[in-house]
């Protein structure tokens, strides 16, 4: 099957600033893909870029098999852009904004009416969308993004200030639009939710990709040990440590700061089994690394959420 989208070698400046610096990149059909990165990586000129909003200086794109730019209109009833919530028309009610999206594409009110239930937001249709709630304005967006059934959905940050349930609650819409076969392309800063939600993503920095994988493939490239903690107090770290090397158990470390013992190593099953013969498992959390670590050791510094 085609790629749905591809891009080769875009670059764009703006003034001093090289946003983008040579992006090459591809989204299969049906993929649900993730764009992370720090404050200003390049992510959303990237983003705007493929949908055809903005010009490349260099390089090429192709989505769903043809040029996005200059703006073609063959594409658009293809592609669902999410509509930053900040920027509905003044004193529409949520119900009359996603009816005006609706019209925009020749599709009529009882789909949108539909969509609008799908997103939770029916009992909310006579209240003006700038007085819904962020989640709500954030969920408004993305229907008003799906009204006319498109193929293909970017969503720039779509959980950005969402509390934690109304995340989730999004992450639900997403995953159910992804299984009905649509392409999802995302940016955002929740590694997290990059994880949970992508079958692949790229992690951009200073306007060029460092690396593209799946979030899992890209953990285990990592190769970073386990790290097992448990309640100081039960066993010696002293005592721990000899049994692991009886036992030729390979470990990094044996740490006890009188709060938790904790063991670091790529061995996790007979360091469980020591601790389990010392009765030493109270308080037992194992952690392997996550998208975060892979994030920390690609951009070598602090996550900037
Ligand atoms: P964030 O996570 O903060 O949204 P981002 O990864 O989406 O950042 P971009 O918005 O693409 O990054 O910005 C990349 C760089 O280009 C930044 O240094 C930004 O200041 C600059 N930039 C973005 N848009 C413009 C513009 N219209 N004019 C000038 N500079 C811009």
Redesign the pocket.
């Known amino acids: 099957m085609k790629a749905a989208i591809t891009a080769d070698g875009i670059r764009k400046r703006?003034?001093d600033?090289q946003?983008?610096d040579g992006v090459t990149l591809t989204v299969e059909t049906g993929e649900f893909y993730g764009i992370l990165?720090?404050?200003?990586?390049?992510?959303?000129?990237?983003l705007e870029i493929l949908e055809g909003i903005r010009e490349a200086d260099e390089g090429h794109v192709e989505l769903l098999g043809m040029n996005p730019w200059p703006r073609n209109a063959h594409l658009l009833p293809r592609i669902g852009v999410q509509f930053q919530a900040s920027a509905f028309f003044d004193r529409l009610t949520a119900r009359e904004t996603i009816h005006t999206f609706a019209s925009l594409y020749g599709v009529g009110t009882k789909p949108a009416d539909a969509m609008l239930d799908r997103v939770g937001l029916s009992d909310l249709g006579g209240v003006r969308a700038e007085k819904l709630s962020g989640g709500q304005a954030q969920r408004l967006s993305i229907a008003c993004a799906l009204v006319h059934n498109p193929e293909l959905v970017f969503l720039d940050?779509p959980t950005t200030g969402l509390d934690p349930q109304a995340r989730r609650n999004l992450w639900d819409l997403l995953r159910d639009i992804n299984a009905e076969g649509r392409t999802v392309i995302l940016?955002t800063?929740y590694l997290d939710e990059a994880e949970i939600l992508c079958d692949r993503v790229s992690v951009?920095d200073h306007?060029k990709v460092l690396k593209t994988g799946t979030p899992a493939a890209l953990v285990r490239e990592l190769d970073q040990t386990t790290r097992i903690t448990v309640e100081s107090g039960v066993v010696e770290a002293s005592v721990v440590r000899d049994l692991l090397a009886t036992a030729g158990a390979e470990v990094a470390s044996v740490e006890d700061d009188g709060v938790s013992l904790s063991v670091a190593t790529h061995q996790p099953a007979p360091v469980l089994s020591v601790l389990a013969e010392q009765g030493a498992l109270r308080g037992l959390e194992v952690r392997g690394a996550t998208l975060e670590d892979v994030f920390l050791h690609l951009t070598g510094r602090e996550y900037r959420a």
């Open positions: 703006y003034g600033i946003a983008v990165g720090p404050n200003g990586a390049g992510k959303t000129t990237t940050e940016t800063h951009m306007g």
